[in-house]
């Protein structure tokens, strides 16, 4: 006989009914009963590693709420060394978010070292990561490198007129990856800053002031005094020119065909391009009423073309 998955072994000859009712009865409660108490000791045998496991995430919790204490601190304190620094607000932004993330990064390890898991493999998994990313992104991240190195030395700032062998203009954008140039005609110019930060550039407008000079070939027959004067006389009228600085007009060279003269004269580095234009149209104006012949190139056929009537 089986009851309930309990095997019972009977006489031969068989018992009565209520003697078979009875047992079925006791084996029943006794299985009722066993149920209860195996359930029970699985689970005190549980309680231990329970246990243990709380008071991990407890601990890992403290650990977490005193470390994003201390992160903030310290964030705090790295955003006021960058101010006094005077770090461009993109790069400081990007500094600190940066340090930030690695700080974070640091505490989840130690807390997950704390509940258990095997902070090797992580750190592993991150670095093979790390290195495919990079590897796949490696001109990126040299244009990247070379606009956090551009944000951090200053050798420009936007607003300031650049001359490199990529391009010129007035600098409007300085990014992580590229840098932007509005042109003299507004057309706009985008370098990578890899390449901007690994070659020679002039800044133009770095400092407060800029020297203007200018030269104009005479011919050899025009007053050369007279020429002087009027160049002298044009650059001390110009209102723009500092007259506090030394104005000097000179003879630049003796050529084959003209005189070359020349003159120079101190201002703002803001009214440069203006005051050049300025002075260029009012030579030519100024020469050309006072009879003062401004040399040219002149091209003649050659004699053997020439016909003659």
């Known amino acids: 006989m089986i009851l309930r998955g309990v095997e019972i072994g009977l006489p031969e000859e068989g018992l009565p009914e209520e003697t078979l009712a009875v047992i079925q009865k006791e084996v029943q409660e006794n299985l009722d009963q066993l149920r209860p108490n195996v359930i029970l000791e699985t689970m005190k045998g549980w309680i231990p590693d329970l246990l243990a496991f709380g008071i991990k995430l407890l601990i890992a919790l403290i ?12 964030y705090g304190m790295l955003n006021r060394s960058f101010q006094r620094m005077g770090l461009e607000s993109s790069v400081k932004k990007f500094l600190l978010s940066v340090l930030n993330a690695a700080m974070y990064c640091v505490l989840c390890f130690i807390i997950a070292g704390q509940i258990g898991v095997n902070s090797a493999s992580i750190v ?6 790390s290195i495919a990313i990079g590897l796949a992104v490696q001109g990126s991240l040299a244009n990247f490198a070379g606009g956090v190195l551009i944000l951090m030395v200053k050798p420009f700032r936007t ?6 062998e990529y391009g010129e203009g007035t600098v409007h954008t300085i990014g992580l990856v590229y840098t932007v140039l509005n042109t003299i005609d507004y057309k706009q110019v985008v370098i990578p800053n ?13 400092m407060s002031k800029r ?34 600085e030394d104005i ?21 580095a803001d009214d ?7 002075l260029i149209e009012q030579i030519k104006l100024t020469f050309d009423e006072e ?19």
Not at 124 to 129: R, V, Y
Not at 291 to 309: F, P, S, V
């Open 63 to 74: 650990i977490f709420a005193v470390g994003s204490r201390i992160i903030k601190l310290i």
């Open 248 to 268: 000097q007009v000179y003879v630049d060279s003796l050529g084959e065909n003209s005189v070359v003269i020349g003159g120079r004269g101190w201002l703002s």
């Open 194 to 206: 890899g390449t901007l930060a690994n070659s020679a550039l002039t800044n133009a407008t770095a």
């Open 272 to 278: 440069y391009w203006n005051t050049r234009w300025e």
């Open 124 to 129: 592993a998994l991150l670095g093979s990561a």
């Open 159 to 164: 607003g300031d007129y650049i001359v490199s």
């Open 211 to 244: 020297r203007l000079d200018l030269t104009v070939s005479i011919g050899y027959d025009s007053d050369l005094k007279r020429a002087k004067q009027l160049l002298k006389q044009l650059y001390y009228d110009h209102p723009s020119i500092n007259k506090e």
């Open 291 to 309: 009879g003062i012949e401004i040399a040219h190139n002149q091209l003649y056929g050659n004699r053997k073309d020439c016909k003659t009537d």
